[in-house]
């Protein structure tokens, strides 16, 4: 069985409700009410008292009352001039429907040109891609892991998109590493980007151990971009981590030796079993259901 389609809430149906509202109310005092009032509506006259002259003496007695039909003419008259001023008040708000109308347009109208940009790790055959640890060094006796992002960035829609930014972050640790691309991305263009950071103190640490444990490591890649009308979109993705299976051991015992060495780096067997050529390819999986896209809040 089909599933019921959920239908958005428009911001067209409240100036619908309104001008309907509006056009019975219209109606009726245009004619139901003025109408009614002339069928059944009487007029009373003032009380009054007449003098009966007699020959004996002057007295005064009560007045009867007087009733006579209310001029249809009349009537009319009588409720335009009541319901003046609420016209003007029904006038004023069509306007401002129309106003807040145009707003709207204008407002879709600026984020309906938008881009959406796809960022991949996935290895290249350039070789491009991917998340590679090099070669450590060591500062003041603390390891650090030089690691390299390589991101493919794709602009799937006819839009351009401005001003990217790249930002690649492991959740289980405080590294964090950004960067602006230099140029645009045209629509259906693609773009390449490398993010240099390096992986130090207990942040290492944490990196080194759940990745020779097998144990989840969580990377964030958040994509930040604006189309012609100013408008900042974001695209947020995440990957699991891990080493290749047929080369964890090896992978695993070169790292563990880098955050427990504490020799100098001219003297360590673990820098010095990391030449020039060797790096560590991380195996990257996309999280299922951690793709999201909308529109970044303005500040």
């Known amino acids: ?51 009966i002259s007699s020959a004996v003496h002057g007295e005064t007695t009560p007045g009867q009352e007087c009733l006579k039909p209310v001029d249809a003419l009349a009537a009319y008259g009588t409720m335009g001039d009541m319901f003046g001023a609420v016209n003007a008040l029904f006038s004023g708000l069509a306007l401002a429907g129309v106003v807040l109308t145009l707003y709207w347009q204008a407002r879709e109208r600026r984020r309906d040109n938008k881009p959406f940009l796809i960022p991949s790790l996935d290895e290249q055959e350039d070789g491009t891609g991917g998340v590679v640890i090099s070669k450590p060094g060591k500062a003041s006796a603390v390891i650090g892991l030089p690691v390299v992002f390589g991101f493919s960035l794709t602009n799937s829609s006819p839009a351009a998109a401005l001003n990217v930014h790249v930002q690649a972050g492991i959740a289980e640790t405080s590294f964090k590493k950004g960067e602006a691309l230099p140029l645009p991305i045209g629509p259906k263009g693609t773009s390449n980007l490398k993010l240099a950071g390096k992986i130090a103190g207990t942040d290492a640490n944490t990196l080194v151990e759940k990745l020779r444990t097998g144990a989840i490591l969580t990377l964030e890649v958040e994509v930040t971009y604006g189309n012609l009308e100013a408008v900042r979109w974001r695209t947020v993705v995440q990957y699991r981590l891990s080493l290749d299976e047929h080369a964890r051991e090896r992978d695993g015992t070169l790292l563990q030796a880098a955050i427990d060495d504490s020799q100098p780096e001219s003297e360590s067997p673990a820098t010095g079993a990391w030449t020039g050529t060797t790096k560590i390819a991380l195996v990257l999986t996309p999280v299922q259901g951690s793709w999201s896209f909308g529109e970044v809040e303005a500040s």
């Open 1 to 51: 069985m089909s599933k019921p389609r959920n239908r958005a809430w428009s911001p067209y149906w409240p100036i619908v409700l309104l001008a309907l509202g509006f056009f019975g109310f219209w109606l009726a005092t245009l004619w139901v009410v003025p109408t009614t009032a002339a069928l059944l509506g009487i007029e009373r006259c003032e009380n009054r008292m007449e003098v």
